[in-house]
């Protein structure tokens, strides 16, 4: 028993340590964004600001035109949260429980795309979208957020441990197949659905990359994009850039942290599900 205590103990303490390696970086960042002008480049550089102040939050949101920006992002993660959940539940349910011609092949084919990086598809999804007119549009950005192969695998790992007698009980009763999807269905998706949001949003707040090709317009671009400009020009003001930082980091903090216990669900139950 005393040697279980010990291992406990110690395991505890590496966990603390990962964690504070973990968390400093972050508290430094917040730290520094309150700092005066040229505080944080001292050395030894400060853990804590001599007198806060707000003027970097100020300037960005004002003469950074980081609030435009801001917004932009936040409507664009909520709409591809709203639309790559929905489409990935659809199509998770549909391979888990309905049954088609060829819906295994489909499936195998999908789990065999997920070996393909993404950036190889950006070329050709880009002279699709330009060929539609969709370039410098929301509308191109939130393309790739429709649906995703690991959003669809998930909800159908998930859904197959939804048993089927209950589905066809709801059918004998002659129920619809969407009334049984968003009555009985849906409830018992709650989990999974989370942890999608969380994905979701995550993957659009936190692009750089597909917004950089498809925004040229200054004005749509999104807070990553806006932010990587804003460096160029003021690359030596460390804490203007831990300022634009924190704007970046807190949303999808807080939502993370209000969607733990269903992301981590979702997680855990979607990989055993068989």
Request: net charge positive; proline share 5%.
């Amino acid at each position: 028993m005393k040697g279980q205590g010990l291992k406990a103990i110690a395991l505890h303490m590496a966990l603390g340590l990962v964690t504070l390696l973990t968390v400093a970086p972050l508290v430094w960042m917040v730290s520094a964004s309150l700092m005066r002008s040229g505080e944080a480049s001292s050395y030894p550089p400060p853990w804590w600001p001599s007198a806060p102040t707000l003027d970097h939050y100020r300037a960005l949101l004002t003469q950074g035109g980081l609030g435009r920006q801001f917004f932009n992002s936040l409507g664009l993660a909520i709409a591809a949260t709203l639309l790559s959940t929905t489409f990935n539940t659809l199509a998770g349910y549909a391979f888990a429980k309905l049954r088609f011609k060829g819906r295994d092949a489909i499936f195998a084919a999908l789990i065999g795309a997920l070996v393909i990086p993404g950036q190889v598809a950006m070329l050709p999804l880009f002279l699709m979208l330009k060929g539609m007119g969709l370039v410098n549009s929301y509308v191109g950005v939130l393309v790739p957020s429709l649906a995703g192969i690991f959003g669809i695998f998930l909800v159908r790992q998930y859904a197959r441990g939804i048993p089927d007698e209950l589905i066809e009980a709801a059918r004998i009763d002659g129920a619809g197949e969407f009334r049984i999807f968003f009555s009985i269905v849906l409830p018992l998706l709650k989990p999974v659905l989370a942890t999608l949001a969380v994905f979701a949003f995550l993957g659009s707040w936190n692009d750089f990359m597909w917004p950089l090709i498809v925004l040229t317009d200054g004005e749509l671009h999104t807070l990553p994009v806006a932010l990587a400009s804003l460096s160029r020009e003021h690359v030596q003001d460390s804490e203007l850039m831990m300022a634009g930082a924190v704007i970046t980091v807190l949303p999808v903090l807080g939502l993370f942290l209000m969607l733990q216990r269903y992301y981590l669900q979702g997680l855990t139950l979607g990989g055993v599900k068989q």
